[in-house]
């Protein structure tokens, strides 16, 4: 301690103090981009934005964006973020950071300087450049055109609502929400496309979408040349379809135009968000190695001071702690805390590797530090960086341990532990851990029965023989909803061997209301 | 290329449309909730926001996601005795150590989803359920004692407000002024007479003789102007302001006998509850005294006001004179303003009914603002309502109402508060 307060003083160097000014966030945002465009970090262009902890509440309950549709439901995060907050039960997010082209990054009013430089390091910084790096976000997400679109959502549900009536918009968005996970495209890219064109499409889709409805769901007798061709009973859909709000959207039989649009809308966003969902460790691991990496380097530098690095240090710290299974405050592994270690790990791996690193990691121990996480920034996602990059060292360090837990056991067994014998067997337990595929129930659409009572079957194939939760049949009546007929769900084994099914009537063959 | 933008200004409060949208959806639970809280919190507290609970179950949005069941394998932080192939009892009821809890979606607590409601929504779905449509409207007229304080004079009154020195300095004011050309040229005359006389002109020189008679005329103008004319005088003036009585005390009276059941309570309570509100408008302190009676009459606390399970026959009397006495004894009239909201089921002993009236005619209501009496009942008016009957002839600050059903409150609130006559 003695010796660091030796150090001459930096001529930049930010005062000690803990109440932030304008020029004071300026200040260090230049020496936090300065420092991170020495590392190599090429983001979007930075928007800051400083917000109250209301704003902050606001943003953080509707779903994270600047602009969203008005719904109940983000109406209920607010209370329950509201009420957490005023009690002192929690603290808000630090920051919020959006997907977009310029990068917009929240930060809140009651922060201190030294947080507001966190901020400014982890999410400016960090998220800014795994979004415009990661594989996953440049698939999938259009970050040039997300407000626009947002905006666009919102104006056309505000104006549904005007004319359909709120009750009547809200229960089909109630619907889209409950099957939302199930909106999502993983192979096919969305196109990049303007707020303008974005209408004009809009347009034009409800035109052809009406259209294709009536040659599937048409009444009148086909001419004979037809019929012999249609002999068969061709199967619907030829393929099962994973993406049930695009079923919905393009197939459902009884859907106005508009209701088709918003369908469309949840699925979008939904799609908007799926490669967050695969990649929360990496994602935060990122920014958090950056904003410690960043900081660290600005002290060295002297243009923080002591005061200025224990306040940081301490937010650091509670950040990527990580409670062990048998605390009470044990809530699943700490994003924060798997994501640092891991991305740490890498640069010593790169810096420092031991023999054991050299077995493990050929390829990377010993090389360039910095670009060997740029590879794995821009390469991976949560289930695939895991298996690839999670090293014996951090197993050890972390106590990792699998438990099987077979429902035909009376107990639960420990299949691996932190030994070399388990190193192996844990990383791709926990990297399966991560596989959305495995999280989430597989439920897919199986078939339409076109020519009788037009119900809808999905089937869902059970992984692990684990069961369906309770609400499924909650979810099922939504699907009836939307698709206006009786729903089906068949539970069916990997084999395909029919286990159980639900079923949802649909007792009044109405319209939606 | 970077911003710096300081959002703090605008587009505050973005959520309020999804929480009134989220209001909107649970009415009826928050209603049911409302309710509930009515009934467990104090009369004085009831101004402020309040913990709203609805259950779960109603607000839960569901998903597709899996049960516990099968095969679940699950890695874990922290392992400390563990090795390998060890066996591990099944923790009871699902979840702690060495169990998954990811992906079991129907592990999450069964507890009721609790949000805070702020004080104007409280507020709103309190008097919804009253069916009030506007509490400002009504404004209270009972009695206010107003001082006289003197403020300046003013030019129409009574004579015997005169205010003579003034309207004596106003009339000199006005004499100068209005034979003020007359006496300067009065003056001029006689001065140039003055200078002819020394002259020696002769006395029937046509310029003396017509000297004086311009002297006499400006004199005779002079005398002209009145000494006193109605437009000098000046009365005194003196206004009413009203006397600063921030404090009131607020008697609660309630018959607690036997028929006064848990609903009837509640409808009393609501009733007190409104009434309180309405005077905390007025006063800026108020003090809530419950007076409960059967046979005897005795002063407790809230609690003990709504919930406490003693009861007998009725001598509302006790109460009124327990009354009296408090009165007497801690609110000595001139420095409170006394409210008394009576509710009873009207039941009461026979002979006691005519002591009840006399008492309030004679010896209460001299001494309190205003009097409500509020019968509880879907019965036929009884012999204390009667007697009662009788009071708002001597007495024009007392009000009785019947109330049949928690619907009745408001209405019945707004007539006996409402704008009288003066």
Redesign the interface.
């Given at each position: 301690m003695n010796e660091m307060t030796k150090r001459p003083p930096h001529p930049r160097a930010l005062p000690e103090q803990s109440e932030w000014t304008f020029e004071l966030i300026e200040q260090a945002h230049e020496e936090i981009k300065r420092v991170a465009q020495g590392f190599g970090l090429d983001t979007y262009p930075n928007q800051l934005e400083i917000i109250t902890a209301e704003q902050m509440m606001d943003a953080y309950t509707s779903v994270g964006m600047p602009v969203s549709y008005n719904h109940w439901s983000f109406g209920k995060h607010f209370l329950s973020t509201e009420k957490g907050y005023k009690r002192g039960q929690m603290g808000l997010a630090y920051e919020i950071v959006i997907n977009s082209n310029p990068c917009i990054a929240y930060l809140m009013e009651e922060n201190s300087l030294t947080m507001q430089a966190l901020v400014i390091a982890h999410a400016a910084y960090g998220h800014n450049s795994f979004f415009k790096g990661n594989y996953l976000f440049r698939t999938w997400t259009d970050a040039e055109a997300i407000v626009d679109y947002m905006v666009f959502a919102k104006n056309y549900i505000a104006e549904c609502e005007q004319r359909h009536g709120i009750d009547a918009v809200e229960l089909l968005i109630d619907s889209c929400h409950a099957i939302q996970n199930y909106g999502v495209d993983r192979y096919k890219r969305p196109a990049k496309l303007s707020l303008a064109q974005e209408q004009a499409r809009q347009k034009e889709r409800e035109a052809y979408l009406q259209s294709q409805l009536n040659e599937l769901w048409r009444t009148l007798p086909k001419r004979p040349e037809e019929e012999a061709v249609a002999q068969a009973p061709a199967r619907f859909p030829p393929e099962p379809e994973e993406n049930l709000l695009y079923f919905i959207e393009k197939y459902a039989p009884l859907l106005e135009p508009w209701q088709r649009e918003l369908v469309r809308i949840v699925r979008k966003i939904s799609q908007y968000f799926y490669p967050q969902r695969q990649t929360q460790v990496m994602n935060e691991g990122w920014a958090t190695f950056w904003h410690y990496t960043i900081l660290n380097q600005l002290y060295d530098e002297g243009v923080i001071g002591n005061g200025f690095m224990m306040e940081f240090l301490k937010s650091h710290t509670n950040v990527v702690y990580q409670p062990p299974v048998h605390s009470p405050y044990y809530n699943g592994i700490n994003p924060y805390a798997l994501g640092f270690a891991m991305m740490t790990d890498i640069r010593r791996i790169c810096e420092n590797p031991t023999a054991e690193d050299r077995e493990w990691f050929p390829d990377i121990a010993g090389s360039d530090w910095k670009q060997t996480l740029q590879f794995a920034m821009r390469n991976f996602k949560d289930e695939s960086f895991i298996a690839q990059y999670l090293s014996p060292r951090l197993i050890r360090e972390f106590h990792f341990f699998a438990v099987l837990d077979d429902d035909r056991n009376e107990k639960l067994s420990v299949s691996a532990i932190h030994d070399e014998m388990g190193y192996r067997y844990v990383r791709q337990q926990l990297a399966d851990q991560y596989n959305l595929g495995n999280r989430e129930p597989n439920i897919q659409v199986w078939s339409v029965n076109t020519r009788d009572d037009r119900a809808l079957t999905l089937r869902h194939t059970q992984f692990n023989r684990r069961p369906l939760n309770q609400q499924a049949h909650e979810v099922l009546k939504h699907v009836a909803r939307l698709w206006g007929f009786d729903v089906h769900l068949d539970t069916v084994s990997p084999e395909g061997k029919l286990i159980s099914t639900l079923e949802c009537k649909r007792e009044k063959r109405g319209r939606l209301a | 290329?970077?911003?710096?933008?300081?959002?703090?200004l605008q587009?505050?409060?973005?959520?309020a449309?999804?929480?009134?949208?989220?209001?909107?959806?649970y009415k009826g639970q928050i209603k049911d909730a409302v309710g509930r809280a009515i009934k467990g919190r104090s009369i004085t507290d009831i101004e402020n926001g309040e913990?709203v609970s609805i259950p779960v179950k109603d607000?839960?949005?569901?998903?597709?996601?899996?049960?516990?069941?099968?095969?679940?394998?699950?890695?874990?932080?922290?392992?400390?005795e563990?090795?390998?192939?060890?066996?591990?009892?099944?923790p009871k009821g699902g979840g702690g150590?060495?169990?998954?809890?990811?992906?079991n979606?129907?592990q999450t607590s069964e507890d009721d989803?609790?949000?805070?409601l702020s004080r104007e929504e409280f507020m709103n779905y309190f008097f919804e359920d009253l069916e009030l449509p506007n509490l400002v409207k009504t404004q209270l007229t009972a009695t206010t004692d107003f001082k006289s304080q003197r403020a300046g004079y003013t030019v129409s009154g009574t004579p015997s407000n005169i205010h003579v020195l003034r309207s004596l300095r106003g009339a000199l004011g006005r004499r100068i002024a209005v034979g003020g050309p007359s006496r300067k040229a009065l003056a001029e005359a006689e001065l140039e007479l003055e200078t002819l006389l020394l002259a020696d002109v002769p006395l029937d020189d046509f310029r003396v003789v017509e000297l004086k008679k311009k002297i006499h005329h400006l004199h005779t103008r002079l005398l002209a102007i009145p000494y006193i004319d109605p437009f000098d005088l000046r009365y005194s003036n003196r206004i009413k302001i009203p006397k600063p009585m921030t404090q009131a005390v607020m008697f609660c009276i309630m018959d607690v006998s036997g028929s006064m059941d848990e609903g009837r309570k509640d409808t009393a309570k609501r009733f007190f509850i409104l009434l309180y509100l309405f005077l905390k408008r007025v006063y800026d302190k108020i003090e809530v005294v419950f007076i409960r009676h059967h046979t005897a009459a005795a002063e407790v606390d809230e609690h003990e006001f709504f919930h406490s399970r003693e009861s007998g026959g009725t001598v509302v009397s006790s109460a009124l004179n327990l009354l009296n006495k408090v009165i007497d004894e801690r609110y000595g009239a001139g420095q409170w303003n006394s409210y008394v909201a009576q509710a009873s089921d009207g039941d009461n002993w026979d002979n006691d009914s005519v002591l009840c009236r006399q008492l309030l005619v004679n010896t209460i209501m001299p001494k309190v603002q205003y009097y409500t009496y509020v019968e509880i009942t879907d019965g036929p008016p009884q012999n204390l309502w009667e007697q009662y009957a009788q009071v708002p002839d001597l007495h024009q600050h007392f009000a009785m109402q019947k109330i049949v059903t928690p619907a009745d409150i408001y209405p019945v609130f707004r007539e006996l508060f409402k704008k009288q006559p003066k």
């Open positions: - | 290329m970077s911003y710096l933008i300081d959002r703090r587009g505050k409060n973005k959520s449309v999804n929480r009134e949208r989220f209001l909107r959806r913990k607000v839960n949005e569901p998903s597709f996601g899996h049960a516990h069941g099968g095969v679940w394998e699950v890695v874990n932080p922290g392992n400390q563990y090795q390998k192939g060890d066996q591990i009892a099944r150590s060495g169990r998954g809890k990811a992906g979606s129907d989803f609790i949000f805070e």
